[in-house]
C-alpha cells in the first residue's frame, strides 16, 4: 500500500515528504497541495508545499553533490541504477496503485508503467557505459593549412544539475527517462514532479534512495507551480532543464537562462490513411491510438484523415470497437477511465459542444458523468472546428474526409504541432513519400503513433518540442564536449 513497508519514511501524518539530502523532510511553509483522484474527486493524497528557501538549499545540496558524483566511475553509477531500477520493479505494486490513484491509470497501465521505468533504467546504464566510455581522437593536418602537430582528445562530460519536470500522464515513467540519462551522465538531479502523480513520484525516488545513491544527488521538490514553478525553471542553479508538458513549455523555454532546454509539449498526431490500407488494422490503432489511457497521451492519434472511399467502411470498423471499450473506473481496468481533472473534462466538453454546433456527425451520444467521458468519435469533422486543430487529451477522436493525399499532408502540416504521424497504406513506395512530407518528428508505417521502445529518437517539430529524446539522444544532450589539445613542437605522423 502506498506510504506502507518501504515507503513508510515518506510520510508523516497524511502529507507526503519532500526528499533532498538523502533524507525525507517536512517543508516549513506548514502547508500542502492537495491531490484530487479523478474518480471520486475527493482529495486523495496531499504532498508538501515547498518554499522558495527550500528550493535555494535543494539547488545547493544539488550543486555539491554533482561534484562529487562526476568523479564516481561510470561502472559504479551503472550498478547503482540497475540497483534501483531493480527495487523499483520490486515495488510496482503500491506505485502503480499511486498511478491509479492520481491519474485514473487503468491497474495493468499502471503497473506497465513502473516496469517499462525499470528497464529505461538498465537500459540507460547499459547505454551509458558504452557512449560515455568513448571520446574522439582528432590529428590537425586533416583542416587545410595545418600540419599534425595537434592531436586533439574530446570526451563527454556532465552539465551539472538537471532540473526534471514530467506530466501527469506518465509521472514515473517521463520522469525516470530523464533521471537515469542526466545520472548515468554524472549529473545530480532537482525533481519537479507534476501535482496530479507527485506521490507515486515520490515512491519512485524512495526506490533510488534504498538503492544507495549518495545524498544531494536526486532531490524533489512538491509544490505549487504559481509558488516554486518559475522559481525553479529560472534558478541560476539550473544547468539543463527537460520538460514534458503542455504549454507552459513554451513560457519556460522563454524566461530560463543559457542552459540547455529539452521539451516535449504535445502533438496533434494525424493518422493518414490511403484506399489500399487494410482497414482492420487501422480500426485496431486508431483504437489503440486514439482511446488508450482515454487519449491522454501526447503520441494519441488525434485526427484521422481518410481518404472518402473507404471512410465509410472505417468508420464502421472503428464505431465496432468503440463499442465494446469498458467505460468506469481504473481499479476495474477499464479502458476508458476519468480523465485527469474536472478542467480537463471541461476542455474536452467544449471541444465536442464547438464540433457539435458545426455540424459534425457524432457517431455515439456524447456522454460524461463527473471526469468520466465516453469513448466518441466524430465524423465528418471540417477545419472550421476546433477539434480539427486542437489536442483534446481525451477520448474524443476526429475524423477528417479528404480526396487526395495532399489534402492529407496539408492537413497534417498545416497544425503547429509535430510531434508524430502515422500512415496506412499497403505501397511502401507511397509510405515513404508521404512520410518524408509530413513535417513531424516520427512517421510510423502502419502503426499508431508511439515513443516506445524508449531508446528510439524521439522528438517534436514546431510547437511540439526542442531537441530529440529516447535514451542514448538524452544522455548526449545531458552532456557537453570537453577537448583538451595536445601541442606538439614538430609534426608527427605515425608510421612516417
Ligand atoms: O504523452 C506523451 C508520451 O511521451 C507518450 O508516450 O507513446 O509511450 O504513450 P507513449
Not at 60 to 67: D, F, H, L, V, W
Not at 89 to 108: D, Q, R, S, T, Y
Not at 241 to 268: H, R
Amino acid at each position: 500500500m502506498a506510504g506502507s513497508g518501504v515507503f513508510e519514511d515518506i510520510i508523516e501524518g497524511d502529507v507526503f515528504k519532500y526528499y533532498t539530502d538523502g533524507e525525507w523532510k517536512k517543508s516549513a511553509s506548514g502547508k500542502s497541495v492537495a491531490i484530487i483522484n479523478p474518480t471520486t474527486r475527493t482529495t486523495q493524497y496531499k504532498v508538501q508545499a515547498c518554499t522558495q528557501e527550500e528550493v535555494n538549499k535543494v539547488m545547493e545540496s544539488a550543486k555539491i553533490a554533482q561534484k562529487q558524483w562526476a568523479k564516481t566511475p561510470l561502472w559504479k553509477r551503472a550498478e547503482l541504477l540497475h540497483k534501483a531500477a531493480a527495487i523499483l520493479k520490486e515495488h510496482k505494486a503500491p506505485i502503480a496503485e499511486c498511478l491509479v490513484k492520481e491519474i485514473a491509470k487503468p491497474a495493468k497501465d499502471a503497473v506497465t508503467e513502473v516496469v517499462r521505468s525499470g528497464d529505461l533504467i538498465s537500459y540507460c546504464a547499459e547505454e551509458g557505459v558504452r557512449i560515455l566510455g568513448e571520446g574522439k581522437f582528432l590529428v590537425s593536418d586533416s583542416f587545410p593549412g595545418n600540419e599534425r602537430t595537434k592531436y586533439c582528445l574530446s570526451s563527454k562530460i556532465p552539465l551539472g544539475v538537471v532540473l526534471a519536470i514530467p506530466p501527469f500522464n506518465y509521472p514515473v515513467n517521463l520522469a525516470v527517462s530523464k533521471i537515469g540519462p542526466a545520472l548515468i551522465a554524472g549529473n545530480s538531479l532537482v525533481l519537479k514532479p507534476p501535482t496530479q502523480g507527485a506521490v507515486a513520484c515520490l515512491h519512485m525516488v524512495q526506490c533510488f534512495h534504498l538503492a544507495g545513491f549518495p545524498k544531494g544527488l536526486i532531490n524533489c521538490v512538491t509544490g505549487k507551480g504559481s509558488e516554486i514553478g518559475d522559481f525553479l525553471t529560472m534558478h541560476p542553479g539550473v544547468n539543463c532543464i527537460s520538460f514534458t508538458g503542455g504549454d507552459t513549455g513554451v513560457a519556460i523555454s522563454k524566461k530560463a537562462g543559457m542552459v540547455p532546454l529539452q521539451m516535449e509539449l504535445g502533438g496533434k498526431d494525424a493518422c493518414i490513411v490511403l484506399e489500399d490500407a487494410d482497414l482492420d488494422l487501422v480500426a485496431a490503432n486508431i483504437i489503440k491510438g486514439g482511446f488508450s489511457y482515454s487519449g491522454q497521451r501526447c503520441t494519441a492519434v488525434k485526427v484521422v484523415l481518410v481518404m472518402e472511399s473507404v471512410a465509410d467502411a472505417l468508420v464502421e470498423k472503428v464505431n465496432a470497437k468503440v463499442a465494446k471499450l469498458k467505460v468506469g473506473p481504473p481499479e476495474d481496468n477499464c479502458d476508458i477511465t476519468p480523465v485527469v481533472s474536472e478542467s480537463s473534462a471541461n476542455f474536452i466538453e467544449g471541444l465536442a459542444k464547438d464540433a457539435k454546433a458545426k455540424g459534425a456527425t457524432f457517431c455515439q451520444e456524447y456522454k460524461r458523468e463527473g471526469n468520466l467521458i465516453w469513448p466518441l468519435l466524430l465524423d465528418n469533422v471540417r477545419p472550421d472546428m476546433r477539434i480539427a486543430w486542437e489536442e483534446p487529451f481525451g477520448p474524443i477522436v476526429p475524423v477528417i474526409r479528404i480526396n487526395s493525399i495532399e489534402e492529407g499532408i496539408h492537413h497534417c502540416n498545416a497544425s503547429n504541432f509535430g510531434l508524430q504521424g502515422c500512415v496506412f497504406t499497403k505501397d511502401i513506395n507511397k509510405a515513404i513519400l508521404i512520410s518524408d512530407a509530413m513535417e513531424t518528428g516520427t512517421v510510423q508505417i502502419n502503426s499508431a503513433p508511439a515513443r516506445g521502445p524508449d531508446h528510439f529518437p524521439f522528438q517534436g517539430l514546431k510547437d511540439s518540442g526542442i531537441g530529440s529524446q529516447g535514451i542514448t539522444n538524452s544522455i548526449n544532450m545531458m552532456t557537453k564536449i570537453k577537448s583538451t589539445v595536445i601541442n606538439l613542437p614538430t609534426p608527427s605522423y605515425t608510421m612516417g
